[in-house]
């Protein structure tokens, strides 16, 4: 019924440049002897031209009134205060996803802070002790206001960046559209909450349908990837030229090859890639996006410029970048539990404890749920955590993926390496913030629980949070 197919027309020709994402102004101001960069972000109503011209503009809901919202640039180290004002109809808050900030200031309504009503404002001011690629986003109804456009993007640049030419940032969203390019609102939908969640038909980089991305020979692009999607999951590949990974989720990683079957970005992941412009001036590349079987499609194209190349051959300069803060956890003293998702449609799930009583499927289905973490179907953000965690120890998290769907599951809070799936180690021990299971798939995840107070641990298919996916884990 949904195609994930853009179907809409598409804008004749785009070059899209660093300017493809707005730059906020970020002056630097000092209070109290510590720097903190001041934005003022405005959650309110917008319109958006999301579709060409061919189309009229959509009413979103957006920070700053664009979409996405405007990017934040700061540098590790640094102190961010950002005001955010409520000019929408219902509450909102916001996450800072990835950031591993005190707990008062990650944005989850009830869990960390009461909403912020309409009209209201909240000031959010923490550090940034990790350099990466982030994204904000709000908590509050997250699969209506994130699907009306409330996203956006924020890079902590290291402080010794890798030497490229050149930085981008495509943040990837997904639209439910109709005919007159008007958002479905839909947003509650039992079919999307027991299935694979919120799959629109628009594909969106950096708010628009650009046709091409405008890239001269030899040049060396850090192009930084993050999937803001409700659902939709991204597999891409880069026609022609080799993309290396060099961060998941913010978090440095060994350079390796973005795999011959595509890059996964499940929603809320990110990566950012090396990509060197090897091919010839006036060449055009495509970046296919092949994630669902039978429904590839062309994401955009690298266009090359008639420029003569930059250098002969690629640039011959370090990757890797230098780690981040995250303390080492000791696997051997490790705290080991199991977490337990279940549920979604074609599954066996008998039934779920929602708020305290046991309720048997239907009920529950009834209610709008459809799935459970460790045998509890969540029903708002305040939860009794599954799990308590002695503040500076190490833990090893399996997470068994019982159900025939699959699950990017993020931890607010921490950055947590992952050492094995299915039992096998894996190649990079990636740090993340965001796991995508696979259907059936276990995984082994690991971290120092050293952040103090109570962090969601969900799905980031927003229709599965919304549906029960959702649990609390409490360091103390
Ligand atoms: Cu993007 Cu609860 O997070
Ligand atoms: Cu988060
Ligand atoms: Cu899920």
């Given at each position: 019924m949904t195609e994930p197919k853009p179907s809409l027309s598409r804008r004749d020709l785009l070059a899209l440049g660093a300017a493809g994402a707005a730059a906020a102004a970020l002056p630097r101001l000092a209070r109290g002897g510590e720097a903190a960069r001041e934005?003022?972000?405005?959650?309110?109503?917008?319109?958006?031209?999301?579709?060409g011209p061919d189309y009229g503009e959509?009413?979103?809901?957006?920070?700053?009134?664009?979409?996405?919202?405007?990017?934040?640039?700061?540098?590790?180290?640094?102190?961010?205060?950002?005001?955010?004002?409520?000019?929408?109809?219902?509450?909102?808050?916001?996450?800072?996803?990835?950031?591993?900030?005190?707990?008062?200031?990650?944005?989850?309504?009830?869990?960390?802070?009461?909403?912020?009503?309409p009209g209201g404002d909240f000031?959010?001011?923490?550090?940034?002790?990790?350099?990466?690629?982030?994204?904000?986003?709000?908590?509050?109804?997250?699969?209506?206001?994130?699907?009306?456009?409330?996203?956006?993007?924020?890079?902590?640049?290291?402080?010794?960046?890798?030497?490229?030419?050149?930085?981008a940032v495509w943040v990837l969203d997904d639209w439910r559209l109709d005919r007159d390019a008007r958002i479905v609102e839909d947003f509650d939908n039992f079919r999307d909450i027991g299935h694979a969640g919120r799959i629109g038909n628009t594909v969106t980089l950096n708010g628009e349908l650009?046709?091409?991305?405008?890239?001269?020979?030899?040049?060396?692009?850090?192009?930084?990837?993050?999937?803001?999607?409700?659902?939709?999951?991204?597999?891409?590949?880069?026609?022609?030229?080799?993309?290396?990974?060099?961060?998941?989720d913010g978090q440095p990683v060994t350079p390796h090859d973005v795999p011959e079957d595509g890059l996964v970005l499940g929603p809320a992941m990110r990566a950012d890639l090396i990509l060197d412009a090897e091919g010839a001036p006036g060449q055009v590349s495509r970046v296919i996006d092949g994630?669902?079987?039978?429904?590839?499609?062309?994401?955009?194209?690298?266009?090359?410029?008639?420029?003569?190349?930059?250098?002969?051959?690629?640039?011959?300069?370090?990757?890797?970048?230098?780690?981040?803060?995250?303390?080492?956890?000791?696997?051997?003293?490790?705290?080991?539990?199991?977490?337990?998702?279940?549920?979604?449609?074609?599954?066996?799930?008998?039934?779920?404890l929602m708020d305290g009583e046991r309720v048997g499927v239907r009920d529950m289905m009834r209610l709008g749920k459809a799935w459970s973490v460790n045998g509890v179907a969540?029903?708002?953000?305040?939860?009794?955590?599954?799990?308590?965690?002695?503040?500076?120890?190490?833990?090893?998290?399996?997470?068994?993926?019982?159900?025939?769907?699959?699950?990017?599951?993020?931890?607010?809070?921490?950055?947590?390496?992952?050492?094995?799936?299915?039992?096998?180690?894996?190649?990079?021990r990636e740090w993340l913030d965001t796991v995508f299971l696979d259907r059936d798939e276990s995984a082994e995840i690991a971290f120092v629980a050293d952040n103090p107070g109570d962090w969601l641990f969900h799905c980031h298919v927003l229709e599965h949070m919304q549906g029960g996916m959702m649990s609390v884990i409490r360091v103390t």
């Open positions: 934005v003022r972000l405005t959650a309110a109503r917008g319109r958006a031209r999301l579709v959509t009413d979103i809901w957006c920070y700053g009134g664009t979409v996405p919202g405007p990017l934040l640039r700061l540098r590790q180290g640094e102190r961010l205060r950002a005001r955010v004002t409520n000019r929408l109809k219902q509450p909102t808050t916001v996450h800072w996803h990835g950031i591993r900030l005190p707990n008062a200031m990650d944005g989850v309504p009830q869990l960390t802070q009461p909403p912020i009503a000031t959010y001011e923490f550090d940034l002790p990790d350099a990466g690629t982030y994204w904000y986003h709000p908590h509050e109804r997250g699969n209506e206001q994130v699907a009306r456009g409330l996203a956006g993007a924020l890079i902590v640049e290291e402080s010794e960046p890798i030497r490229v030419d050149r930085e650009p046709e091409n991305f405008a890239l001269r020979a030899g040049e060396r692009i850090r192009l930084r990837l993050i999937n803001v999607a409700n659902a939709r999951v991204f597999g891409l590949r880069f026609e022609g030229h080799r993309p290396r990974i060099i961060a998941l994630f669902y079987r039978d429904r590839d499609y062309r994401l955009i194209d690298l266009a090359y410029t008639s420029e003569p190349p930059l250098r002969d051959h690629p640039l011959d300069a370090p990757l890797a970048l230098a780690p981040n803060t995250m303390p080492e956890p000791d696997l051997k003293t490790a705290g080991r539990h199991d977490i337990v998702l279940e549920g979604g449609m074609m599954s066996r799930l008998r039934g779920a969540a029903t708002g953000h305040a939860m009794t955590p599954i799990l308590t965690l002695e503040r500076g120890r190490s833990y090893v998290l399996t997470l068994h993926n019982h159900t025939p769907w699959q699950h990017p599951m993020h931890l607010h809070g921490h950055s947590f390496r992952v050492i094995s799936r299915n039992g096998r180690p894996t190649a990079h």
